[in-house]
């Protein structure tokens, strides 16, 4: 999760990002300074940099295992 600074990022709360970390298995929360929500136009650069960190590691690690999500009782096979 990359969000600009707390005091410039007035679309999405930084702090609520830290429930998606959480949430999200292998997630990790960056704040890129000197930018508010749109870090990918205001510091496209540093923003570029962290996502391929990112990547680079991921690469690195054994690949997470995800359960898969059981269809709800009561739902025919194939209706959404």
């Known amino acids: 999760m990359i969000t600009g600074e707390r005091a ?3 679309v999405v709360p930084v702090d ?3 429930t998606y970390t959480r949430l999200i ?3 990790r929360s960056v704040v890129l300074e000197q ?3 749109l870090g990918t136009i205001t510091r496209p650069s540093e923003f570029a940099a962290l996502v ?3 990547v680079a ?3 690195e690690r054994p690949t997470l295992q995800v359960p898969v999500a ?3 009782e009561g739902r025919e096979k194939g209706v959404a």
Do not use: E
């Open 8 to 10: 410039l990022d007035r």
């Open 16 to 18: 609520s990002t830290s």
């Open 25 to 27: 298995p292998g997630a």
């Open 35 to 37: 930018t508010g929500h």
């Open 52 to 54: 391929r960190a990112f």
């Open 57 to 59: 590691d991921a690469a």
């Open 70 to 72: 059981q269809p709800f």
